[in-house]
């Protein structure tokens, strides 16, 4: 059977070749972990995913969820999958093991979790929402609520969700509106209505737990005002036992375009005014707590796009290798036998182009990775620190960069099967409108443009960026050591260093409180920043790809890679040749601080 | 109430200030017409479109037509909704009055017709379909054919289709089976599969009219051995009354993506051996026939994505001017009132991009539109010779351009409208959906592409293109009177020049041989060749601006239409300084003939 999730060669070429999994296992926490451990935890997941993810892709998009009697009703083959991945371990993958955890490295847990997404994104945002809402406990609960709900939420008995979204607040949650009062048991009463809460209510767990954000009587007015509250479904009593329903109430749901096997809710708390909330940590902190595990949550965006864009690719791939039609320009003699499509050099460039965004997306999702790795497993706190200012630098990438791009790989795919991939009787279709959510949750593609160039890129005294800069220049560097990779090095460098002028210029403009100039085209800058990123990840790859053809050539290397590396060579050649330079016009108009769109004006419309 | 479909004052710019409809008028075939006749068209035509089209497009998506007896049953709203258009007499709005129709000019019979485009594609595609039908019958049918078939789909009773693709033929028609046996009386007997036919059963009209290419039994192989049948649902007698059932039968519905309200049918002709067809015009020709519709189809699917992303521009724009949100970054006062997100730098980018795609995108396809009068309308037979091979050249962009820049458009009204954009309950998710089977119909992306650099440019020694070329830069010679355009100017000037060496060297490749290597880039070919004809659209509409702000200066011009015509010079510029220079980089591929895509191997996937 072909692979549809993701290419097991080319991920044991990420983990292994690349981003040198192995080496994590001499840090203290993977001691106990082997590349076999990490390779028998894949098996695992492939397994499930593809036994019990993949089989309900389609019925959970076709059948979405129901609104009855106040509740969200799903369709049965959810729940046996989700159950399996608890049971398996996959809940837990990163916890420690006397927390009940398999004690991966993060890199292996998303590589593991990728499977799960390209299979079933909707089905594998439950697991998702809950490791993101118990996470969030574990940082900054106290222990009665790590035993009443974080525990629970281990054992897979709880799930979770993060309720931030209300109809008037959502990229702005400065301007929340749900209240908590303080009630005399040290709880809170709380009172609002929020929107867009996936996971908002399903029969999968026997409660929910909803991280919500809302604002104290005596909160400062803005983004320092916000306070972060556990809220069940239903109430947790003292021995752990399932109390009286909470007065959270599902007030409806939304019915999307995709990713329909998730429920997206609106949930009204405190509509009989004795909705119980628990404070998290301390008052007003909530925005901060959330966004200190944003990166996580961004990061697992940033991966479901890509493992959208991944089923999508290989899905295409099989199809273009195994259909008919028309002949070569050259070779038009009627009565010829008809081409397998993938013959055809604009199909083969919808293909590369895919394989170009999506590789490199996934080789840029695991970089991320295994750098929450580095941030908490690196002897030195300097390290750490290190570290941790290359992925705050790095998210906004890895979040926004595949939602576009891997959404345009879904669209290729579609292209590639032409009238079929229009039709719901084959699955590409269904990636891609699951994949248009991506660049609006968790932060719009316009809110991480402003993210990295008006915050992250100053951060530190640009600490990550600089250090960012060094990795490029430093992967130039080896790569001249190969002549064949002249032609893929230089774009890069030429890129690197008109952007690294347009970023002081902007930041500049920052600084001097020009900051509707300075921001003015970040879009323009995101996009420029991703392509660099990118370009560095696949010249990277090339360079790998360099060195296993030369232990090849020397007879070292296994000869039935060496087209493996000769397709990494070709799509690291597209995207540093095709896609790459084309960056320099965008680098133009942020050079002129191009006024086009910031001097339009509504009445012009 | 705001307009939904299409801005009436952008309308009337374009036929009255850009392309000069009322010219048209001193024409003998529009004397009867003036501005009054055209705009009572109009108004018919939106009105009937806001009342009849508009209000069951999203019911029709989620009740799409449903298999039952061998018949598709719709939802009950279709009918009426044609049947008014027709009884309005749209369906015959370019015919002669002699024949029934409205003798309008093309340019003005598009123009009504968008309006329905834009209210409801799929209902919209029922009259279109009949329309390319009957216009076959009508130009090589003889006389009993036109009696028989003709009439009564101009009379309303009858609707056509076109059916082509078979399973193993989209792309590749030369591959098609369906066979044709001579019978004793002068008919046919067909035999074959049909797919993806659209309206290829539906409860709308007394019969069906299906336009089948077929292969008669001493055919020669390959694209010369097509010929072209009529092939009705119910057979009609020499009376005009209707016989017996036609061996047609329908063998199931597609489940499309989007566009979900016209039912897109897989038909088996024949299968008891008694399907009745008969050959229109001479046999073989068929396909030629076709091609010789395919400007009008090409055009219709053109028109039909520019008014799904008209609809997703406006719906997004009013959204914009509505929707509280956020704070400018220089205001960061959370006390402060939310702006309206048009505020947003970045909303604006991505309304000024959505005006540039689309109100660009509908000035070239109502210019083909005029161009299609003066090919049937112009003085003499050399005028009109002239106007044929510009619409012949032009017409892959006008299908091709808007099916992606009019995609990408509905893919901003998307993210414009965030979460709620994403569901169901609001327009825009629909438009994304139905317009992404517009560059996959009527001939890919892909065809297009080959079809304007491999046959279109240098059809009959490049009449065309030396036309356009002057065109462009004539456009570019009375721009040069504005010194505002200079900036617009210039980038076109220098995309135009390095587009004609580029268009002469791969004409050289494909003059000596070199097929594979000419052709083998031809999807940037089709990008820059684009993007510089839209270009050209956007400089000539902001000659008209400028010259619409000079009168209003004079005081002698409409002062409420100043923001107007700002707004068109903005998107001038915004198209012109921020898209045609992006074409740079390809233009360096194509020089280069880069061979990337063209050497990657099936093997190294």
């Known amino acids: 059977m072909s692979e549809t999730l993701l290419s097991s060669r080319n991920l044991a070429f990420e983990l292994y070749e690349v981003l040198d999994a192995e080496a994590l296992t001499q840090r203290p926490r993977f001691a106990e972990h082997s590349r076999e451990t990490f390779d028998a935890a894949l098996g695992t997941a492939r397994s499930i995913a593809e036994e019990l993810f993949a089989p309900h892709n389609r019925k959970s998009d076709e059948h979405e969820p129901q609104y009855a009697d106040g509740s969200a009703v799903l369709i049965p083959e959810v729940k046996p999958a989700v159950d399996a991945f608890i ?9 420690s093991f006397e927390a009940g955890g398999m004690q991966l490295p993060s890199l292996l847990s998303r590589a593991c979790f990728a499977h799960f997404q390209a299979a079933n994104i909707a089905t594998s945002s439950y697991p998702m929402l809950t490791m993101g809402a118990s996470h969030l406990i574990e940082t900054f609960g106290d222990d009665e609520q790590k035993r009443r709900f974080l525990q629970p939420m281990i054992d897979g008995r709880f799930f979770g969700t993060m309720a931030l979204t209300e109809p ?3 990229s702005s949650l400065a301007d929340i509106r749900t209240r908590a009062e303080p009630a005399a048991d040290g709880s809170y009463r709380i009172k609002g209505n929020k929107i867009f809460i996936s996971g908002g209510d ?8 909803h991280m919500v954000l809302a604002k104290l009587p005596d909160a400062p007015a803005g983004v320092k005002g916000i306070s972060l509250f556990i809220v069940p479904k239903f109430l947790v009593n003292a021995d752990g036992s399932l109390g009286k329903r909470n007065d959270v109430l599902l007030a409806g749901l939304f019915h999307k375009m995709g990713w329909r096997g998730t429920t997206s809710t609106a949930l009204n708390f405190g509509d009989n005014g004795e909705c119980v909330g628990y404070l998290v940590g301390k008052p007003h902190q909530g925005l901060a707590y959330m966004f200190q595990m944003m990166n996580e949550a961004r990061i697992g965006v ?3 796009a890509i493992m959208l864009g991944y089923a999508g690719y290989l899905y295409s791939l099989e199809y273009a290798r195994q259909r008919p039609q028309g002949r070569l320009p050259d070779g038009k003699d009627p009565t010829a036998a008809q081409v397998a499509i993938i ?11 895919q394989k170009a965004y999506v590789e490199g997306a996934f080789d840029l999702g695991l970089y991320a990775a295994r750098l929450v790795d580095d941030c908490e497993t690196l002897a030195t706190e300097d390290e750490r620190q290190q570290a941790h200012e290359l992925l705050d630098l790095l998210t906004p990438i890895v979040k926004s960069w595949p939602s576009e791009f891997c959404l345009k790989a879904n669209e290729l795919a579609i292209q590639i099967l032409g009238g079929h991939g229009y039709t719901r009787e084959y699955p590409v279709e269904q990636y891609y409108r699951d994949n248009r959510l991506n660049p609006i949750h968790e932060g719009t593609h316009g809110i991480q443009s402003l ?13 990550g960026l600089k250090q960012l800069t060094r990795l490029i220049h430093t992967a130039c560097q080896r790569a001249a050591g190969f002549p064949a990779l002249d032609a893929l090095r230089q774009p890069l460098e030429q890129l690197l260093a008109r952007l690294s002028a347009v970023t002081l210029a902007l930041l500049g403009d920052l600084m001097a409180g020009q900051v509707n100039q300075g921001l003015a085209n970040s879009a323009l800058y995101l996009k420029v920043f991703g392509h660099t990123v990118i370009g560095w990840r696949w010249l990277e790859q090339a360079i790998r790809a360099e060195q296993g053809l030369a232990l090849i050539n020397k007879g070292e290397g296994n000869a039935a890679d060496a087209d493996f590396y000769r397709g990494k060579l070709q799509a690291a050649r597209y995207f540093l ?10 680098l133009s108009l942020l050079e002129a601080r191009d006024d086009t769109c910031l001097g339009m004006r509504d009445a012009w419309f």
Chains 1, 2 share one sequence.
């Not at 049971?87 to 916890?95: H, K, L, T, W, Y």
């Not at 399903?202 to 737990?209: G, K, R, T």
């Not at 013959?343 to 182009?353: G, P």
Request: one cysteine or more.
């Open 302 to 304: 940033g991966m479901g």
């Open 202 to 209: 399903h029969p999968l767990s026997e409660n929910i737990v």
């Open 577 to 586: 040749t095709w896609e790459v330079p084309s960056c320099h016009h965008e």
């Open 451 to 463: 993210d990295l160039l008006g915050r992250k890129l100053a951060q530190n005294g640009g600490a």
């Open 87 to 95: 049971e398996a371990g996959f809940q837990n993958a990163s916890r």
């Open 168 to 170: 008037h607040a959502g």
């Open 343 to 353: 013959q055809h050099t604009d199909v083969r460039r919808m293909l590369l182009t």
